[in-house]
């Protein structure tokens, strides 16, 4: 569910691909997505941190302004963590922490968050526009 002041009606739908797996999600509109958005294509890669997120650091860092200082993203979330420079996906609650800007939410709930824990070792991942 995007936080306040992000809308759900310009929500701007993905595809995360790990090798034969495709995973459909949808990016919310705040400024920080959006600089997201205008860097995709991009194909990174992913390694497990904490046994909470999968995360790769990103070719340019990503504005934090007109967002929020921090956030508490939920499981089967995308978010951006400033301090490191990095797009997170979530597949367990990690509380709320400075820094962390939600981005958006994958589709298939369990589903996703299975396909992300069975990610054993470091992974590559393509991050697409889905139109």
Do not use: C, H
Request: glycine share 10%; aromatic share 10%.
């Amino acid at each position: 569910m995007p936080t306040t002041g992000q809308s759900a009606i310009s929500e701007t739908p993905i595809r995360v691909i790990i090798g034969d797996t495709v995973l459909t999600a949808r990016l919310w509109d705040n400024p920080t997505a959006r600089d997201l958005i205008a860097q995709l294509p991009l194909t990174l890669t992913f390694s497990d941190y904490g046994r909470q997120e999968k995360l790769a650091r990103l070719p340019q860092r990503l504005t934090m302004e007109g967002v929020p200082a921090g956030d508490d993203p939920l499981p089967g979330e995308i978010g951006y963590y400033a301090p490191a420079g990095v797009i997170v996906f979530y597949y367990t609650d990690v509380g709320y922490f400075n820094g962390i800007v939600r981005l958006g939410q994958f589709d298939g709930g369990e589903d996703v968050i299975n396909a992300l824990i069975s990610q054993s070792s470091d992974f590559v991942a393509t991050i697409e526009l889905a139109n």
